[in-house]
């Protein structure tokens, strides 16, 4: 259990120490919506090495969301823009969040969006 708490431990430091540059990256505002209440970093690939390309600045709002809470499509189309980014965190973050709502502007904005193809090709399923 020790192993595991030291390893948590050195990953929320390594994350932490990418703060700056992430909210220097983000013009210290939510990467997906643009809010600037509560940002902290998000990692959206846990199981790699943190990076500045699995790290986006969310607001609590998109945290939450990331972590499946429901939202109707009006407060998702705050969303869109961030699909246009070319840092995976931010772009399939908020493309998997956008997936979950079965409106056709979700589906249009992400076939016209930068992710590649595997990527849209999962979201859409």
């Known amino acids: ?17 990418l703060g700056k540059t992430l909210a220097k990256r983000a013009g210290f505002a939510c990467e997906w919506c643009g809010g600037k209440e509560e940002l902290r970093p998000w990692d959206h690939r846990p199981e ?15 945290r939450d969301l990331a972590d499946g809470a429901p939202a109707d499509a009006n407060e998702l189309r705050s969303l869109r823009n961030a699909l246009w980014s070319d840092i995976p965190a931010i772009a399939e973050g908020a493309g998997r969040v956008l997936a979950r709502c079965k409106e056709p502007w979700v589906r249009e904005a992400i076939e016209e969006s930068l992710m590649d193809d595997a990527m849209k090709k999962e979201l859409l399923g």
């Open 1 to 17: 259990m020790a192993k595991g708490y030291q390893a948590n431990r050195e990953r929320q430091e390594q994350i932490a120490s």
């Open 48 to 62: 790699r090495e943190p990076d500045e390309s699995c790290l986006a600045l969310l607001c609590r709002r998109c």
